[in-house]
Nanobody, 119 residues
């Protein structure tokens, strides 16, 4: 099982980034996907989630209206489009897959990608 995030980097305030999380080794289309972030000295927080079909999404209040989560089950990839970025969005962003396999609940995590918003 692998989740590999990409797309992070340094961006100026007001700019945009698109994160990707490519999955392999499990039935991606059966799993809900969630983006989390953790800033230095802070607890990890949920950013956005999407159900297995892509029909239901949810967002943290701090990113609603600026970030959009989506998925492509044919490519086993989940995305996070981040617009109007602010300095407080600086964090390591990680994706998580959650779902049932063989009757057991499974959680898989990626290694994370750094997003830095700074002028």
């Amino acid at each position: 099982v692998q989740l590999v995030e990409s797309g992070g980097g340094l961006v100026q305030p007001g700019g945009s980034l698109r994160l990707s999380c490519a999955a392999s080794g499990f039935t991606f289309s059966s799993y809900g996907m969630t983006w989390y972030r953790q800033a230095p000295g802070k607890e990890r927080e949920l950013v956005a989630g999407i159900d297995s079909t892509g029909g239901i999404t949810n967002y943290a209040a701090s990113v609603k209206g600026r970030f959009t989560i989506s998925r492509d089950n044919a490519k086993s990839t989940v995305y996070l489009q981040m617009n109007s970025l602010k300095s407080e969005d600086t964090a390591i962003y990680s994706c998580k897959a959650a779902g049932k396999a063989a009757g057991r609940w499974q959680n898989y995590w990626g290694q994370g990608t750094q997003v830095t918003v700074s002028s």
